[in-house]
Every structure is written in C-alpha cells, then in structure tokens.
C-alpha cells in the first residue's frame, strides 16, 4: 500500500464518488488515477501529466471534493482501504484466466474454431456474438497470440470462450499425446480452470461482478432486472449464462427425450 496516492471524496444528496491519484510516474510516463463510487472496486485509468498533479488536485477541491488523509488505495483490489491496514497474507483474488497455447495447434485450426463459436453463438443470440468478437481475449486468438489472458472485467463471454477453446481441441485432438494438454488455462493464484463447466461458477459470478463493475453499474446489478435494459440480461444468473455456454460449445445441450422415436421402451437403458 503507498501513501503517496491522494484519496478525494465527493457526496451529496445524489453523489457518493472517491477519486485517487498517486503521486508517482507509471511506466506510460502517466499519472494513475482511481475514480468511481465509494465501497465499490474503482476503475482506473492512466493521465497526462499536463496539467499536473497538484492542478487536478485543486480541481477537484474546488468542485466539492475532501482530502482524505487516513486512506489510500489497494492497486491490487482497486479499492479504498485504511492508510494503516496491513496487506492480507492470503492470495489476491483473481482478476484474469491466463491460457497457453502448444504450438501443435495451428493458426487454421484456430480460426475454425474462432469462425465456428462466432456463428454457432450468432444463431442463438447476435448481439452476444458481436460482444464476444469485441472482447480482447478473443482478437488475441485471432491474431494467433498462444500466450495472454482474459480479464473478468471483459464479462462472462472471455470465460467461457476459454472453456469452450480447451474443450474443442481436447476433442479435436484427442488421438495426440501431450502432456498437460494442448490448451492450459490457469487464474492469476496459477489454479487450474476446473474440467467441468459445472464447477465455474465463482468464474463467471466474478466475472460478471467485475464486468458491470468495469462499466459503471452496481456489484449485483447482473442478478436483478434492471440487467435487460443495457443488454445484459444473459448475465442475470447461472441458468441464462449456461444457455450461451451452450451456444459456444462449453457443454452439450441436453437432449429432450420427449422428442425422440424410440421403438423399445429399453431403448435408453
């Protein structure tokens, strides 16, 4: 933690904001800066340094804001703590999935895939097929990188497109040893993506927080209605986000044995 981040706070009848700015160059040759609701992750971002620190600082003081002088900003979290809290002994939690890809996987095989997930996810949902094919994670497959990550913040669509990636080349290409697999996909405390997508779902309830965290709205917003208005109602609960799972080949869809011809009824057992 750096006492060298200045923590502003603003509130009225409408307004509870924080904003931070540390008082040290970042490797951009920027300043960092932290802005966003008070008690929730803030978003940050990189600034010019004309104007200069203390020009935006009497900025903001100007405009209402108050020096908050016995806190800082945990740059891990991307929260407000006390200024005298001790960093916590156990793992950060995870921000991103980080995959690696074995050079037997070709650029051709990964554009079918690619191709194939972005019309199999089109035919269940457009509009979630041209969010997926905006992500970062998924231009850096396109562009054949075999090593980066998906940020949470990019939503459940990175996860499950991670999934859906190690999944389709362990069925590929299965006749071919290699050890470890052909895709590895690990978080940011080098735990492995579970097997089953049964056992994703502190992934994509994370992912969700952190992707309307990333865009304004409220830590829960994703599981309550007021979802649909900005188009994020397949993120409103598990049983939704399975439905693209499916739709990008993460699991099957399960069968409707109502509609089958059977001729015996031992057919299926």
Known sequence: MSNDIAVFHFADDRSDKVWAIDSTINQSGEYTV??????????????????????????????????????????????????HQETETTDSLPTSLWYRIHDQVSLADMSDFLKSTVSNLAAYDKRQSEYLQATPVYKLLQFGNSNGCAEYKEGPLGVLLLFALRRYFQEKVEHLFHSGGL??????NNNMLPDRFEDL?????????????????????????????????HY???????Q???????????????VLQIETKAAFF
């Open 201 to 233: 779902g502190d992934y994509i309830t994370d992912s969700c927080r952190q992707l309307f965290n990333e865009l304004g709205f409220d830590d829960e917003m994703f599981i309550l209605p007021t979802a649909k208005p900005v188009g994020m109602e």
């Open 183 to 188: 895709v590895q996909i690990a978080d940011d």
């Open 244 to 258: 693209l799972a499916i739709a990008m080949g993460c699991i099957n869809a399960p069968i409707d044995l109502s």
């Open 34 to 83: 932290w802005y966003g609701r008070n008690g929730s992750k803030l978003r940050h971002d990189s600034v010019s340094i004309s104007p200069d620190r203390v020009a935006r600082i009497n900025e903001k003081l100007n405009s209402g804001y108050v020096r908050l002088k016995d806190r800082t900003i945990d740059a891990e979290t991307c929260r407000m703590i006390s200024i």
């Open 236 to 242: 409103s609960s598990i049983k939704t986000i399975k």
